[in-house]
């Protein structure tokens, strides 16, 4: 499943992330699509399922 953060996040690695970038849920933990940077997420609110 992908997602799309709504606002600008700050990921757990503390990494700024702009809205509508996109995410793919694994294992129950969000991680940006991004060839250049890692980055990952809780799946909160800030959040929106989008079909890529």
Do not use: P
Not at 13 to 41: C, F, P, R
């Amino acid at each position: 499943m992908y997602y799309r953060n709504t606002i600008d996040v700050i990921s757990k690695e503390g990494i700024e992330v702009e809205a509508q970038s996109l995410w793919q849920l694994k294992n129950k933990t969000l991680v940006l699509v991004d060839n250049d940077q890692y980055a990952t997420h809780d799946i909160t609110v800030e959040f929106a399922e989008t079909t890529n």
